[in-house]
């Protein structure tokens, strides 16, 4: 299968990064899609975008990437850009679908950004102690 190779930059809070590539993603948390992960140290509650993009590369150097993808250490490699800001703005010369979660959601350009605060979540009072004392939490 060929990939659908795309120019792009992407502005954000540290500076631009020119590309061509096959994939762009970004997301506020570790894991996507069926146990691929953004960023190893990637945390929903740090108020940070982990944004990947992967080269335009040939098929079998993207086989390599796999471990890495898995991982959340692609960042790591060559043929990756790895971006970590607030914000996060995907500009391409054509409009490009974007993709959240399975839905086609909208078109670029398209801005990310983060919102700090802005959702309450509430758990269980022995759990809030735990993640507090930065211990960890396992369900029984």
């Not at 795309?6 to 894991?31: C, D």
């Not at 979540?121 to 507090?132: G, I, K, L, M, Q």
């Amino acid at each position: 299968r060929r990939f659908h190779r795309f120019e792009g930059e992407i502005p954000y809070n540290g500076g631009t990064r020119r590309l061509r590539a096959i994939q762009i993603m970004v997301a506020n948390a570790r894991h996507y899609g069926a146990a691929l992960t953004v960023a190893e140290d990637a945390e929903p509650d740090d108020a940070l975008l982990d944004c990947y993009a992967i080269e335009a590369v040939p098929w079998w150097r993207l086989i390599g990437l796999l471990p890495a993808l898995k991982r959340g250490r692609q960042g790591e490699k060559a043929d990756v850009q790895a971006i970590t800001s607030r914000t996060v703005r995907i500009e391409t010369p054509e409009p490009h679908s974007i993709d959240a979660d399975g839905e086609l959601v909208g078109k670029t350009p398209a801005t990310f950004t983060t919102l700090p605060g802005a959702l309450e979540v509430f758990v269980p009072a022995e759990n809030a102690r735990a993640r507090e004392a930065g211990g960890i939490v396992e369900s029984p």
